[in-house]
């Protein structure tokens, strides 16, 4: 069964500084993997996904098949980033069910 | 426009009551999913439907749990006879097709057994 992983309960960085939030996952096929972030008194919303190879809010992410990883970076930390991120995980091809790992509360400190 | 919506917002229920949770998907949207979050965890799949029927409910804990979408709309999340490990948030997604669409979340129900 697959399974996403994010070591890091909490995160706090000062404004300015890199930040990086960890992911690793199990799955032995070809997966979609996901960033999602709940922002205080928010929904869940999705920030990105590595097939749009995209950078959102000065986040990216890259999926390391290798090191079976997916760690979300930016450069340079804002305070507004403070939030709870998830990784999630969705099966290739067909699947639509997303497993997600326990999330990381990341605060930016002024 | 409007996003997926849930009522109520919160719920608190004894040991052993039914509850109902509504999900309203975004307009149009044909798939929609149920996911249930506990403290401390990430949420965690319970139901899918394409439509009208019920496509994937490999994520029900039990047969107290149940769920319909009648017409393919709003859904319902029944819990039977409902125990204090059953409190947490209850979370309703909604795409626009299943494969390869993003899900969107809706603000969650808030279930407390007591």
């Known amino acids: 069964a697959q399974r996403v992983t994010q070591p890091e309960k909490l995160l706090s960085v000062f404004k300015g500084a890199p930040v990086e939030l960890k992911c690793n996952y199990s799955y032995s096929g070809s997966p979609e993997l996901f960033w999602y972030v709940q922002y205080s008194r928010q929904r869940l919303q999705l920030l990105l996904r590595h097939i749009s190879r995209e950078s959102i809010k000065g986040f990216t992410a890259d999926l390391n098949k290798g090191e079976t990883s997916f760690h979300l970076k930016k450069p340079f930390a804002q305070e507004e980033d403070s939030a709870m991120y998830y990784c999630?995980?969705?099966?290739?091809?067909?699947?639509?069910?997303?497993?997600f790992g326990k999330g990381t509360l990341l605060t930016v400190n002024p | 426009g409007a996003g997926v919506s849930q009522t109520p917002s919160n719920k608190v229920t004894e040991k052993g009551k039914y509850v109902e949770l509504r999900c309203d998907p975004i307009s149009g949207h044909t798939a929609l999913y149920w996911y249930r979050q506990s403290l401390g965890q990430g949420p965690e799949f319970l139901i899918y439907?394409?439509?009208?029927?019920?496509?994937?409910d490999s994520g029900l804990p039990n047969d107290r749990f149940f769920a319909v979408r009648p017409e393919g709309s709003v859904s319902t999340l029944k819990i039977q006879r409902t125990e204090r490990g059953d409190s947490a948030v209850y979370l309703c997604a909604s795409s626009l097709w299943a494969l390869q669409e993003t899900q969107y979340f809706g603000p969650g129900t808030r279930l407390l057994v007591l």
């Open positions: 999630a995980l969705k099966e290739g091809g067909s699947n639509y069910k997303l497993t």
């Open positions: 439907f394409q439509g009208t029927g019920a496509a994937d």
